[in-house]
């Protein structure tokens, strides 16, 4: 059964690229998701993201107590070059469009400054450049929020939150990815890391 509100999908006027947005629960509030530049093996896929990620934003905003609903923004880049600024605004508008119901932030393939650029579009955007007044970087705070879940979890399983000496598996290495390891090393764990080719795939 399908259980999101709305689905958008649309070519971009500037770009000609498909901008994919799942709105998968409004109930709690506008829905919040980040913007997912990716290759995909076929625009399909990137649909298929978007509805996977966007309805775990719903869980994750209700278990957080945030007054919000999940939604996702993807849009399945070509293999070869592309118009970046073109892409961004195309999503702004998108966004725009959706009258508020739906925010983005930073996720694979974007940071801070594209969400300057989607912010040229739509004021329903976070993590601008700190030197644009926004709060910058989300990764560091995500890279944190896994290792006190980490923490958290070796204290559940083995009676101590201490990571040293354990063993962890990092999948991905982008800003986040990268953070966590960085993070586990110097907590004094043991790691094992892979790069992925496709950022779709993060």
């Not at 930073?106 to 989607?118: A, S």
Request: aromatic residues 4%; positive net charge.
């Amino acid at each position: 059964m399908f259980e999101h509100e709305q689905v958008v999908i649309r070519a971009g006027a500037r770009s000609g690229l498909p901008v994919i947005i799942a709105l998968h629960s409004t109930a709690l509030g506008p829905a919040l998701g980040g913007c997912r530049l990716a290759v995909y093996p076929h625009w399909t896929d990137g649909l298929t993201d978007a509805l996977r990620l966007s309805a775990a934003m719903t869980g994750k905003c209700a278990v957080a107590g945030l007054p919000n609903g999940g939604g996702k923004t993807v849009v399945p880049l070509p293999a070869g070059a592309f118009d970046r600024r073109a892409v961004l605004l195309d999503v702004g508008d998108a966004i725009e469009d959706l009258g508020g119901r739906y925010g983005t932030g930073p996720d694979v393939g974007t940071g801070p400054d594209d969400m300057l650029v989607i912010g040229e579009r739509t004021r329903h955007v976070a993590c601008r450049p700190t030197s644009a007044g926004g709060s910058g970087d989300s990764s560091t705070h995500t890279a944190a929020g896994v290792l006190a879940a980490l923490h958290a979890l070796c204290a559940a399983v083995f009676g101590s939150p201490d990571l040293a000496g354990r063993r962890f598996a990092v999948v991905g290495l982008g800003r986040v990815g990268a953070d966590v390891a960085r993070r586990l090393a110097a907590a004094g764990a043991t790691l094992a890391a892979q790069r992925l080719r496709s950022a779709s795939a993060a």
